[in-house]
């Protein structure tokens, strides 16, 4: 059904043309990922809502539901080995008169810094909680990124045909641990393990799900009335009752202003597995969610989106085809009307690049992109000189700010193998800090031939690995070292700090940034105590420490 809906937009914003064009297509956008924790339920929920929605794989062309999920891509050994993906998946399907593009965010093993950069490419995230865990730290340091950066959050309770927590001690927990007022757009009837149906908060109506068997599967569903349901569930009702009552005299409404500014949350209840609630998730995020708009450049002005087409690139790939050691960009459009084979200028260098094979990637499958507007992600393949950060643009020139490098949780001294590598051990190092792999600290201390790697997630340091080898020839050995907290200082904390047990001072090379090493949080707390003034910054992403 939505197929025919999105055929028809389709035809009308074809007999508009150029802005106007632009404008229909960038508003029907809602670019969004899933920020979670392992095991919350993310792969079952981009299921589920690529199950409620048609999946769209080639431009503008519905397939059903032929893009599901068996995503996992085998570009390295060490992928196939670990079973995880490396490669991100985004997904795009048409759901109602909208596109939505759903950008995943790798976690489990896969957690890296890339993870994070995801985040530049989207307009709002769901924030998914597993009913009986509520907020676990994954999902927190996620959630600091999308604060960080004025990211818009919907939440989803999930797994609620199963026992867990209460509803209202869920909000309170949202609500104090990282200060998002909730704003229920459903509640619950019935305790979580005995759903019975959901409530529309703004109009009370009540829908009940009728139960299907495990596996993905789209819930059916059936407006009930409140006498009705009272009658069968007392117990149930009245309770729900009290607590939106409860709800509606702390002022938990929904005000859009207070969800687009990041200080208010509207929260959706359901349970993935069996398709409760999703279709009201997607209609949520058609509804409430931003479309994209036009975004700041690096000076603060905001690019129209009727501006030319200009990109961000939010992420590099590499050695996804082994055969080609090709490098593959992500590119958020953030104005403009995209058309494969236009040249776009790179803006760090000036230099053309050719857009001849442009891709839309969902793990192992890629098909050609002909056209993209604001919102949507393309693939660019050959991109060896791209970074994650770096802007494309077509006519009108335009940068965007840069994407900050996050706070790194991981650490390994890196040594080359074997001594006479080392030209190609310190090229390697070099390439990769510049793609942005992973951070390479240094300091006097520990000179150039053993500097120390710094990482979000584990898996960074697997990927520095295996391409030293494999591309620079370079075997290195790792020495993991025993920090996991980093704050940025300047030159008088690099003194002070001399000398002093479980703490190291090291300067990131890409930006020169003086980053003080904490061998934990405890340590960290004694130190800041014991010298007054000394500056010790979080860095984005911090939330962990
Ligand atoms: P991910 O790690 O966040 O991608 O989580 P998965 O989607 O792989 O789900 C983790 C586990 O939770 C799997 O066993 C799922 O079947 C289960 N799960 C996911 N959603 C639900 C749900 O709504 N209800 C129940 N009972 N289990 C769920």
Redesign the pocket.
């Known amino acids: 059904m939505s197929g025919a809906v999105v055929e028809k937009s389709a035809g009308e914003s074809a007999r508009v043309s150029g802005d106007a064009r632009i404008a229909v297509e960038a508003g029907r956008r809602r670019t969004f990922a899933v920020i979670?924790?392992?095991?919350?339920?993310?792969?079952?929920?981009?299921?589920a809502l690529a199950l409620y929605a048609e999946v769209i794989d080639e431009a503008g062309a519905v397939h059903g539901k032929s893009g599901r999920r068996g995503v996992t891509s085998d570009w390295m050994e060490m992928e196939r080995k670990r079973g995880i993906s490396v490669t991100s998946a985004v997904l795009q399907f048409a759901y109602r008169d909208c596109v939505i593009n759903l950008l995943d965010t790798p976690?489990?093993g896969d957690f890296s810094e890339d993870t994070y950069r995801v985040l530049a490419a989207v307009d709002a995230a769901v924030m998914?909680l597993?009913a009986a865990k509520g907020l676990e730290p994954q999902t927190l340091k996620l959630f600091d990124v999308c604060r960080t950066r004025g990211i818009p959050v919907l939440t989803f309770v999930?797994?609620?045909?199963?026992p867990g927590r209460e509803a209202l001690e869920l909000l309170d927990e949202v609500e104090q641990t990282i200060g998002l007022r909730p704003m229920p757009v459903t509640w619950p009837v019935g305790v979580a393990g005995e759903l019975r149906g959901l409530v529309e908060v703004a109009t009370g109506e009540f829908r009940r799900y009728s139960r299907t068997a495990?596996g993905a599967t789209r819930a059916t569903t059936e407006l009930v009335p409140a006498e009705v349901i009272a009658a069968e569930e007392p117990q149930y009702w009245a309770a729900a009752q009290d607590e939106l009552a409860l709800l509606e005299e702390i002022g938990a409404g929904f005000d859009e202003k207070d969800f687009l500014t990041g200080t208010a949350t509207p929260v959706l209840f359901?349970?993935?597995?069996?398709g409760?609630g999703v279709a009201r998730l997607l209609d949520a995020l058609v509804e409430l969610a931003p479309a994209p708009e036009a975004r700041d450049d690096a000076e603060g002005n905001p690019r129209p989106l009727e501006a030319s087409t200009s990109g961000l690139v939010f992420k590099v790939q590499a050695g996804m085809d082994r055969a080609h050691r090709d490098r593959m960009a992500f590119v958020r459009i953030c104005s403009g009307r995209f058309e494969r084979g236009m040249v776009l200028t790179h803006a760090a260098t000036g230099r053309p690049f050719a857009t001849k094979y442009a891709q839309a990637v969902f793990g192992q499958q890629r098909t050609t992109v002909e056209e993209a507007f604001p919102g949507d992600i393309v693939g660019l393949v050959n991109a060896g000189a791209l970074r994650p950060g770096d802007t494309l643009y077509s006519t009108e020139p335009v940068q965007f700010p840069a994407i900050p490098s996050f706070a790194p949780e991981h650490f390994a001294v890196v040594r080359g193998a074997d001594a006479g590598t080392y030209k190609q051990f310190r090229r390697g190092i070099e390439q990769l800090d510049s793609e942005g792999v992973i951070q390479v600290l240094s300091s006097d201390l520990r000179g150039d031939q053993a500097p120390v790697l710094a990482a979000v997630g584990p898996l960074q340091f697997e990927v520095v690995t295996a391409r030293l080898e494999s591309e620079f020839r370079a075997p290195v050995t790792l020495e993991t070292l025993s920090y996991s907290v980093t704050r940025r200082t300047d030159a008088a904390g690099a003194e002070l700090l001399k000398g002093q047990s479980e703490v190291e001072v090291l300067t990131r090379r890409a930006d020169g940034a003086v980053l003080a090493l904490f061998s934990n949080k405890w340590r960290l707390e004694t130190i800041r105590r014991k010298f007054d003034g000394l500056v010790l910054d979080a860095l984005p992403a911090g939330s962990s420490e």
Do not use: F, M
């Open positions: 979670s924790h392992p095991d919350a339920g993310k792969s079952t929920l981009t299921e976690g489990h998914l597993d999930n797994k609620w045909d199963r495990g359901g349970a993935a597995l069996n409760v």
